[in-house]
Nanobody, 124 residues
Framework: VQLQASGGGVVQPGGSLRLSCAAS????????IGWFRQAPGKEREGVSC????????WYADSVKGRFTISRDSAKNTVYLQMNSLKPEDTAVYYC??????????????????WGQGTQVTVSS
């Protein structure tokens, strides 16, 4: 059972990246998925999540209108499309999977599986 986040990199302000969260050993559609990030010296914060129950999504105010979370059931993967990136988006990004009933949008408690993190650096 494994969750793997990938797709990070270095991008200029205003650029885009797409992060992937791929699962092995279990079906992501059975879980709600959250994306979190942690910048140096800061606490981990919720970025976005999507419910396994009804597909509803949540975004932190800081990324609303710029980031989009989506699922590809055939690939057992969840994506985070990040557009109009800003230097303050620089962080290690993590994906996590957990049962919908245990989760509160934006909070990291209750998740069963975590990916290893992928670094996103936004810099000119």
């Amino acid at each position: 059972v494994q969750l793997q986040a990938s797709g990070g990199g270095v991008v200029q302000p205003g650029g885009s990246l797409r992060l992937s969260c791929a699962a092995s050993g279990f079906t992501l559609d059975d879980y709600s998925i959250g994306w979190f990030r942690q910048a140096p010296g800061k606490e981990r914060e919720g970025v976005s999540c999507t419910s396994s129950v009804d597909g509803t999504t949540w975004y932190a105010d800081s990324v609303k209108g710029r980031f989009t979370i989506s699922r590809d059931s055939a690939k057992n993967t969840v994506y985070l499309q990040m557009n109009s990136l800003k230097p303050e988006d620089t962080a290690v990004y993590y994906c996590a999977a957990g049962p919908s009933w245990a989760l509160v949008a934006g909070h990291d408690a209750g998740y069963d599986y975590w990916g290893q993190g992928t670094q996103v650096t936004v810099s000119s």
